[in-house]
């Protein structure tokens, strides 16, 4: 720790300059009130950058002299302490000059320190500018032994000494020490202490554990025992499994093998010769395959022939019915001439507009079928090559879907009756979806639903598909197959339908319970109906009838065609008799005329019948 030697202030309240001789053990100051007492001792504690006594700083003081500027200068010893170092090393001198210099920057006071070695006057200092701030200079004065606690003595006011007599012993203990450098050797003190009482309770801690340990020894002991009796255990358990075990085990299989050798033997005769018979029914089945596409070469040759022969019937038949009109006239004009001379005008005219009126309502019948042969030839052509017939509204939906990019499928498309039994039950549930869309991407249904409004598409346009579970034993669903994902709502409606043989069958179920019959008699909630369809739309098998009854009714609308064009012609030549009596016109006459016409027509008439 350094003591002052002397102390001088320049500027300083109102003092301009002085020195004040400190170089003596005990200093005491006295004076009156406003003597300069504080004064002096806020000039040393702002030295030593401690706070002033009271509500003061230093700027106060400063304020006072009216001076820009103001010095404070100590000299201190820096004599070595017990250890040897001295308070301000590494500055060797005897005696330390410590400065502060305050002045005005700015509008501001700012304090500036130095530390210099030897006696230093102000004006050496002001000429060497060797200054530091407040932080290192607090820094060389706490190395130099100004501690916190010295630093707490010397912030007591005047007259105030008697605050540490208020101190508890212990506190006022701690303070005398650590201001007098001791408070180290008590800290050291009190931690060897606790070290010493911590050591204690471990030692008391470790006893504790080694008892334990005892017990835990010979728990341990007990363990390994029953673990050498376990490894015994389980090394026989090892001998048995890998080695007595499998010895057996070869034994009962030798014994077997030896037993089974006759009957594989016997087992592989039977596979060659199933394997011969694989190829001879493989050979069979190419022969035929080869077979097949000849007889369907053939068929597709008989086809075109069949059409070639059934255009030539046509033609032959519309020469014949020609012909046989033409003998009918040379009849209807005979009959005319026998009864010439007393015709009745008022029968012939109700006959010729019969005959009109029927040649009207053929034309109109006519007009109806060929329209109905437009249709079912499309269809046809449709079912003919394996594919499905599209109604127009339903194409121009899906034409739309393909133009605006939506991939999508119909329900038609994915589903397969397997048993052809249950094929009108399935037909009568499924008749009001035959034109369901499936969209292949759900994100797409905002686009599909918005050209459905477009075009009013009354079907369903599903985006929402899963696929088919197990179905439930007896359901409607077990005889469907889907090829692809098709709506969850539909196949818990199907897999909710059990299939019965009969309605007795039925009816013994509960009212939760809906059930249909193979002709498609429907019960659900709300009671029985029957659903079934005279057509059928799903499946490969629909197709093939639908095919069938197609060339049917082709065949009827055709045969149709062709009589109501020869009563068409008849009923024309019926009116055109009435009418030209009616007109005066004689029969003779034309009979006459067309001698030659009528002639050639009973000459052809034998050839044209055997033709047709």
């Known amino acids: 720790m350094f003591d002052f030697r002397s102390l001088e202030v320049v500027h300083w309240d109102y003092w301009q300059r002085f020195s004040l001789p400190l170089d003596t053990n005990i200093v005491t100051v006295v004076g009156p009130n406003g003597s300069g007492k504080t004064t002096l001792l806020d000039a040393l504690r702002t030295l030593l ?57 700015g509008g501001e006071w700012t304090r500036q320190y130095a530390v210099l ?68 050797v008590l800290d050291d003190y009190q931690r060897a202490r606790n070290e010493q009482i911590e050591a204690d309770r471990e030692q008391h801690g470790l006893e504790h554990q080694l008892s334990l340990i005892g017990v835990s020894l010979q728990e341990a002991e007990a363990r390994a025992r029953s673990f050498q009796e376990w490894n015994a255990l389980k090394s026989e358990r090892v001998s048995l499994v890998a080695d007595i075990l499998p010895r057996t085990e070869l034994a009962d299989l030798g014994a077997s093998v030896r037993g089974a050798r006759p009957q594989l033997n016997g087992v592989k005769r039977r596979v060659g010769e199933l394997e011969r018979r694989d190829v001879e029914l493989t050979r069979q089945l190419a022969d035929l395959d080869a077979t097949g596409e000849a007889l369907r070469g053939e068929q597709h040759e008989a086809d075109i022939a069949r059409q070639a022969t ?59 079928l060929r ?13 003919r090559s394996g594919r499905r017939y599209t109604p127009d509204f339903e194409a121009s939906f899906r034409r739309a879907l393909d133009e605006a990019g939506i991939r999508h499928s119909m329900l038609s498309e994915i589903v397969e009756i397997v048993e052809p039994r249950w094929q009108p039950a399935v ?13 292949d991407d759900p994100r797409d249904r905002e686009k599909a639903w918005k050209l459905g409004e477009q075009l009013r598409y009354k079907h369903f346009v599903v985006a929402d598909r899963a696929p088919a579970d197990a179905a439930t034993r007896g359901s409607l669903l077990e005889v469907v197959e889907f090829s692809a994902a098709a709506p969850d709502w539909l196949l818990r409606n199907l897999d909710r339908i059990r299939r019965v043989d009969d309605i007795a069958e039925g009816s013994k179920f509960g009212r939760e319970q809906d059930w249909i019959t193979p002709q498609g008699y429907f019960r659900e909630r709300r009671g029985g109906r ?59 006459s034309q009979l006459a005329d067309r001698a030659d016409e009528f002639n050639e027509a009973r000459e052809q008439q034998p050839r044209l019948q055997e033709d047709v």
């Open 49 to 105: 950058t401690i706070d002033c006594a009271g509500n003061r700083d230093y700027k106060s003081y400063l304020r006072h002299n009216g001076k820009p500027f103001a010095w404070l200068r100590a000299r201190v010893g820096n004599i070595p302490g017990p250890n040897g170092e001295r308070p301000f090393f590494p500055i060797m001198d005897r005696e330390v000059t410590l400065a502060c210099r305050i002045q005005k920057k």
């Open 117 to 184: 070695g030897g006696d230093v006057s102000v004006e050496d200092i002001e000429a060497r500018n060797d200054f530091m701030g407040l932080r290192d200079y607090r820094v060389r004065l706490e190395g130099a032994g100004l501690s916190q606690a010295i630093r707490r003595v010397l912030t007591l006011e005047q007259g105030a000494t008697d605050k540490l007599c208020q101190l508890p012993p212990k506190a006022l203990l701690d303070l005398v020490f650590d201001v007098f450098g001791d408070k180290v």
């Open 310 to 368: 059934q255009k030539s019937l046509d033609a032959a038949r519309a020469e014949l019915a020609q012909n046989d009109l033409l003998i009918r006239q040379e009849t209807r004009l005979r009959d005319m001439i026998a009864a010439q001379g007393g015709a009745d005008h008022e029968r012939l005219a109700d006959l010729a507009r019969e005959a009109r009126a029927k040649v009207a309502a053929l034309q109109t019948e006519e007009g109806s």
């Open 371 to 383: 329209q109905s042969l437009t249709t079912l030839t499309t269809q046809l052509s449709a079912w």
């Open 427 to 439: 037909e009568a549930v499924l008749a009001d979806y035959r034109h369901v869309v499936l969209l």
């Open 530 to 588: 029957h659903l079934g369809v005279d057509d059928m739309y799903f499946g490969a098998a629909a197709r093939e009838r639908q095919l069938r009854d197609g060339e049917a009714k082709l065949r009827q609308v055709e045969t149709r065609l062709r009589e109501i064009a020869d009563e068409r012609k008849q009923a024309m030549a019926q009116a055109s008799d009435a009418e030209g009596v009616l007109r005066g016109a004689s029969a003779s």
